[in-house]
Every structure is written in structure tokens, then in C-alpha cells.
């Protein structure tokens, strides 16, 4: 939807700016139409758009923005390279959160313009209670391809804790992802590292993982991070893939990287992987 807005005050000017709606907050909205009554303005929609649209449509961004801090926005995008200054509005995750079980509970329509708002799209597909197990892998269709930074993929992954009920189904679900694009397979990587490092899972985890052979930083860092998570209880069957590096060898050293940060292990341990990274 577009306003457009005649700076001369009749059809006839051609000269017309052009403010894309999905862009504004509600507030700015009312007072561009106060204005334009006020100035005798013409103004017409492509589509038609009512304020108590705007309102219900735009109620999420409206609280984006009134929780906006430039500061905190002007740090956070310095993590996230790649994603424009101008896509971020400056909120912190915690007010997010607040915002999205909002969203759920109200059944808000969300955009998906701001890296804030594609956050909550996320978000929504667990805190909204309402949902079926079937909903919300209908809904995460739609939002995986959607992920274009690993904030937005790791913040979300860490909150589908309906996974727990649902832990076969959910990794039937995300194997999908295997051959995607760099972060789809990064949200199934980081979905094995947050639910399914366990006894019964863990074969295959490892499998799903060494079978990835790609050149994308975002997805071999998260291989490299799983790893190093799943050597903490699984020494025995990670062991092995380091000695016999049958990763690639940015994978390989990152992985023993990783372990080597951890406190949860022991330093013989640590002393004796560094002596397997390959140079």
C-alpha cells in the first residue's frame, strides 16, 4: 500500500511523493493524514487502507518503536554484517520477547520489513499456545527461508522449546533443511545443537552433521559449535572425527577451538586435541 501525497494541493501537479505505508508507524501515519486535511492535500490509496487497518496491522511496529533505543541499534547491527543499519530499529531482546508473546496473544499481524519483526515472526510460532504441531511447522515454512542472520535463526531456535514434547517429529521436520540455503541449514544445524544432543538422537546429529560439505561461513560455524557442545558428554563418539579429521580443516580446527573454550573440559583433554589440529 502507497499514500501518495500532491505538494500542490490539486490532481494536476505530477510531482507526488511517494510513502510506502508498510514502512511507517501508526503514529507518523496520523499525522501525515492530519497534515494533509489540514494543507487540503490530495491523498489517495492504491489500496484501500482504513486507520483501524493500520492500527491492527501495524500495532507490533508501533511498539517497536516505541521501545526503540538508536544507540543499542547502532551496536547491535556492528554483530549482524550484511543486514543494513536502516532494517534495525534498536530494540533489546528481552523487550522483543515482551512484544512477541503480545503478538501471540493478540493474534497481531506482524511484518517483516524490521530484523525486530522478523524476529517475532519467530517467536510467535512458540508463544502461541493456540497452535497445533502441524500449525507450526506450517508457519515455520514460511519463516525459515525468511532468516537472513544467525541472531535472528539462533534467538529463535532457542525458543521452540515445543520441541521437548515433540522431539522426533521436530527432527523429522528440520532434515528437510539439509540442502538448503545457508541459513536454513544453519537453523537445522543450531535446532541440533539446542534439542538433540542426546543418546537417542546423537548418531544420527553426527551424521547429518559430517555429511555437510559447504563453503558458508554461518553453516560451518554451527557445525563446529555442535560439535564442540556435543563433546561434552559425547567425548567418545567425537573423538574419533577429530582424529581421524574427516573434516574440512577450518570445521575441523574451529571445532577443537571451541572445545578448548569450554571450562566443562579438562585440561589433559584440551592438551591432548591440540595436538590433532591440522596446520
Known amino acids: 500500500c502507497h499514500i501518495f501525497l500532491n505538494s500542490c494541493g490539486d490532481n494536476s501537479c505530477g510531482n507526488r511523493s511517494i510513502f ?10 496520523a499525522k501525515l493524514h492530519f497534515i494533509a486535511i489540514r494543507e487540503n492535500h490530495f491523498i489517495t490509496f492504491i489500496e484501500e487502507v482504513t486507520f483501524h487497518f493500520c492500527q491492527c496491522h501495524f500495532a507490533v511496529r508501533e511498539m517497536l518503536f516505541e521501545n526503540q533505543d538508536v544507540k543499542y541499534g547502532d551496536f547491535h547491527s556492528k554483530l549482524i554484517p550484511g543486514i543494513d543499519r536502516g532494517e534495525i530499529i534498536g530494540v533489546r531482546l528481552p523487550v522483543i520477547r515482551k512484544i512477541a508473546k503480545k503478538a501471540a496473544l493478540d493474534d497481531l499481524e506482524i511484518n517483516t520489513f524490521y530484523y525486530e519483526e522478523k524476529m517475532i515472526n ?3 510460532i ?3 499456545k493456540k497452535l497445533s504441531l502441524d500449525e507450526r ?4 515454512d514460511d519463516f525459515v527461508p525468511l532468516i537472513d542472520n544467525w ?7 532457542a525458543t521452540y522449546k515445543f520441541t521437548l514434547k515433540n522431539l522426533n517429529e521436530v527432527f523429522n521436520y528440520i532434515l528437510k533443511y539439509k540442502d538448503g540455503s545457508e541459513y536454513e541449514v544453519r537453523f537445522m544445524c543450531v535446532m541440533m545443537l539446542d534439542y538433540f544432543l542426546k543418546n537417542e538422537f546423537i548418531a ?3 551424521s547429518t552433521l559430517l555429511s555437510l560439505n559447504r563453503d558458508e561461513y554461518y553453516i560451518n560455524m554451527a557445525v563446529a559449535w ?5 563433546y561434552v558428554n559425547f567425548k567418545d563418539k567425537v573423538n574419533p572425527v577429530l582424529e581421524n579429521k574427516v573434516l574440512p580443516a577450518w570445521v575441523h580446527n574451529k571445532t577443537i577451538q ?3 573454550e569450554s571450562y566443562r573440559i579438562c585440561n589433559d583433554d584440551k592438551k591432548y586435541l591440540k595436538t590433532l589440529k591440522i596446520k
Request: charged letters at 10%; one cysteine or more.
Open 20 to 29: 510506502a505505508i508498510h514502512l511507517l508507524p501508526v503514529s507518523i501515519l
Open 204 to 206: 544420527e546429529v553426527l
Open 226 to 230: 555442535a560439535l564442540a557442545t556435543a
Open 151 to 157: 541472531a535472528i535463526c539462533d534467538c529463535c531456535c
Open 126 to 128: 512458540e508463544y502461541n
Open 122 to 124: 519467530g517467536m510467535v
Open 258 to 260: 571451541k572445545i578448548c
Open 137 to 140: 511447522f506450517a508457519l515455520l
